[in-house]
């Protein structure tokens, strides 16, 4: 039995998707615990390429997939995700499971991300548009509305036409918006045709867990995000509305934190970020550029282009502790594979000329010191046996594990399933 948490070490897209694709092959089940469809996790097999939003990665592999109660679900763009995956002959009926107790995300969640964004001017979270801080929001004032509200349609009508009144007032005196008022009618018909699809779906998913683990499965939990877009521990307030930690898998699915077994952290050979907010070791220059282009780093829900830069070891080691991770899957070491030298951030310098080692709070004015190690450069992407990679790959790898205090576990060296090199099979079920 084994229950293994996946979980981002730095801003997101570091390559979950194709992990948790890769250890589906022997899993019970894959659950998803926080997010919505903010999230892209890109799957790549055989020659196609899937980029998940909201259901879990092993919906790909017919595994029973399950969204926790710690998610907030979008049932237009999930119904859409569904059809995109029956065109491509990937049914889910038998093995997708939705939690009664995840929260909706409403026609107003979008409407007010994207005038909260446009209020707030230059200093805009850049987020990724779909409704996700104000879905949070809700939740936390107890004004949300939950996936199981649906199955009481008298019940979910009252509250919809109390809701409604309260957001059209928001829409009109605080936004002084000039859009459309929100119609409890209409949106009440529109949640009933979802529930006529989606009602064999919806479960009481920490029972369903608990009893899962029970009878001893194995079971994967996807985080998605990063370690630091976390509400509480990432670079606030420039981050996402969920705690995207190992330890929001519990929270976000109902079972307690002893069942947990293993907490895997993957890590970006470099360093990327997407939307607004600190990022220490950013490079606006060639180096930036070829990172970029040769990692294809642009967001898989927004098209934006990703932030890149070098390696930071602060980073990861925070990561490391705060998830209680125990091994490392280190992705797109081929990115790095034109380059002379690389670079890695093993301390800062603060504002006020001290240096320190262990992450400050804010990440503001604070200069990467860089240590200097020798490129491979040769093509590595695509090798699969561990003997074959390039000492200074070998050197590099071994030098990130030193500074985050974790031991590397598989080493991915292409988008593709093959390409990946699992070093100790029997700790992930391979
Ligand atoms: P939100 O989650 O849409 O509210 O966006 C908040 C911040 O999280 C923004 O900087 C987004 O770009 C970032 N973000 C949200 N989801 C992802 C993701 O899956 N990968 C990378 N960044 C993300």
Not at 4 to 14: H, P, S
Not at 79 to 92: F, G, P, R, S
């Amino acid at each position: 039995m084994a229950c293994v948490i996946i979980v981002g070490t730095q801003w997101g897209d570091e390559g979950k998707g194709k992990i948790v694709d890769l250890l589906t092959e022997r899993a019970d089940a894959v659950v998803r615990y926080q997010g919505g469809n903010n999230a892209g996790h890109t799957v790549m097999f055989g020659e196609k390429t899937f980029i998940l939003h909201l259901l879990p990665s092993g919906i790909l592999r017919k595994t029973t997939s399950i969204l926790g109660n710690g998610v907030v679900i979008d049932l237009a763009e999930m119904i859409k995700e569904i059809d995109e995956l029956a065109q491509m002959d990937i049914a889910v009926e038998d093995h997708l499971h939705i939690s009664d107790r995840a929260q909706l995300v409403m026609p107003w969640h979008k409407t007010f991300d994207r005038l909260g964004e446009e209020q707030k001017g230059k200093n805009k979270i850049g987020t990724t548009g779909r409704g996700i801080g104000p879905a949070y929001e809700d939740k936390v004032r107890r004004s949300g509305m939950r996936v199981g509200d649906l199955l009481e349609p008298e019940l979910f009508k009252a509250r919809l036409e109390e809701i409604v009144e309260e957001k059209n007032k928001l829409l009109e005196l605080y936004y002084k918006s000039d859009e459309p008022s929100f119609s409890a009618e209409e949106i009440f018909s529109e949640f009933t045709a979802y529930l006529k699809i989606l009602k064999p779906y919806i479960r009481d998913t920490p029972l369903l867990v608990n009893q899962m683990i029970e009878e001893g499965k194995n079971i994967l939990f996807e985080g998605a995000q990063g370690t630091f877009l976390d509400v509480d521990h990432g670079t606030y307030p420039f981050v996402t509305s969920s705690n995207t930690l190992a330890g929001g898998a519990c929270a976000g699915t109902g079972i307690g934190p002893t069942r947990i077994n293993e907490v895997l952290g993957i890590v970006k050979a470099y360093t990327t970020r997407v939307g607004s907010g600190p990022f220490p070791t950013e490079l606006l220059d060639n180096d930036g550029e070829l990172l970029q282009s040769e990692g294809h780093e642009f967001g898989a829900t927004t098209g934006r282009p990703r932030r890149c830069g070098w390696f930071d070891a602060l980073l990861v080691r925070q990561a490391v502790r705060l998830n209680g991770i125990t091994s490392m899957a280190v992705m797109k070491l081929d990115v790095l594979d034109k380059f002379d030298t690389l670079k890695i951030a093993v301390s800062y310098r603060l504002s006020n000329g001290e240096h320190t080692e262990n992450l400050p709070r804010s990440l503001e004015n604070v200069t990467p010191v860089l240590e200097e190690m020798p490129g491979w450069k040769c093509k590595s992407a695509g090798i699969t046996e561990y003997d074959q990679l390039p000492r200074e790959m070998l050197a590099y790898l071994e030098r990130i594990s030193e500074l985050v205090g974790a031991k590397v576990s598989i080493i991915s060296t292409g988008p593709k399933r093959e390409e990946t090199i699992v070093l100790n099979p029997d700790q992930f079920w391979l």
